[in-house]
Antibody, heavy 114, light 107 residues
Framework: QVQLKETGPGLVQPTQTLSITCTVS????????MQWVRQTPGKGLEWMGFIRSGGSTEYNSEFKSRLSISRDTSKNQVFLKMNSLKTEDTGVYYC????????WGQGVMVTVSS | DIQMTQSPPSLSASLGDKVTITCQASQNINKYIAWYQQKPGKAPRQLIR???TLVSGTPSRFSGSGSGRDYSFSISNVESEDIASYYCLQYDNLPWTFGGGTKLELK
């Protein structure tokens, strides 16, 4: 069945770079959009960006200058990297599948703090 | 960016009630709206996509409707397991945008 699971560092220092991996099973990354969404106390649910089945990407301009989404289809993994972290980036980060965000991972809590 | 104005922010209902949540988009979103349920500590779960299509496993007491800028989501015969927060999402125009959420509580 379709499964998505995020793994990440938990705690990141301000100004540092966040790296999260979404490992999927039950489908091929070359057939579906994969998206990143975060949920923060300050802004609620925010769409961050996606990587299309063909590999092209789109980003929310709120993050565009510091966000990168990529994938390794051989490992069934999608990656989020965001630099210049601030305390306001503290929240839960989710990967999700499909243009309408049908399937979601369990999320990974990220705390930005020194 | 398209703004999604979701109301009400909170809702109190008795078991068996019908409740309705609305989302108004700042422009026409061509029915590309989905609705999600989120329980504390859990990821959102998609219930409805493309305005009114129930996702597999969504009970029939959930429904959605609307067009243009105005959309609604209803739960008929509220059950205890429906106590959660609900969110709309427009996926017509980039960036996708979410409503602010509605917290459904038991009266």
């Amino acid at each position: 069945q379709v499964q998505l699971k995020e793994t990440g560092p938990g705690l990141v220092q301000p100004t540092q770079t966040l790296s999260i991996t979404c490992t999927v099973s039950g489908f091929s990354l070359t057939s579906y959009y994969m998206q990143w969404v975060r949920q923060t106390p300050g802004k609620g649910l925010e769409w961050m960006g996606f990587i299309r089945s063909g590999g092209s990407t789109e980003y929310n301009s709120e993050f565009k200058s510091r966000l990168s989404i990529s994938r390794d289809t051989s490992k069934n993994q999608v990656f989020l990297k965001m630099n210049s972290l601030k305390t306001e980036d503290t929240g839960v980060y989710y990967c999700a599948r499909d243009s309408s965000l049908h399937y979601w991972g369990q999320g990974v809590m990220v705390t930005v703090s020194s | 960016d398209i703004q999604m104005t979701q109301s009400p922010p909170s809702l109190s209902a008795s078991l068996g009630d019908k409740v309705t949540i609305t989302c108004q988009a700042s422009q026409n979103i061509n029915k590309y709206i989905a609705w999600y349920q989120q329980k504390p500590g859990k990821a959102p779960r998609q219930l409805i996509r493309y305005t009114s299509t129930l996702v597999s496993g969504t009970p029939s007491r959930f429904s959605g409707s609307g067009s243009g800028r105005d959309y609604s989501f209803s739960i008929s015969n509220v059950e205890s397991e429906d106590i959660a927060s609900y969110y709309c999402l427009q996926y017509d125009n980039l960036p996708w945008t979410f409503g602010g959420g509605t917290k459904l509580e038991l009266k």
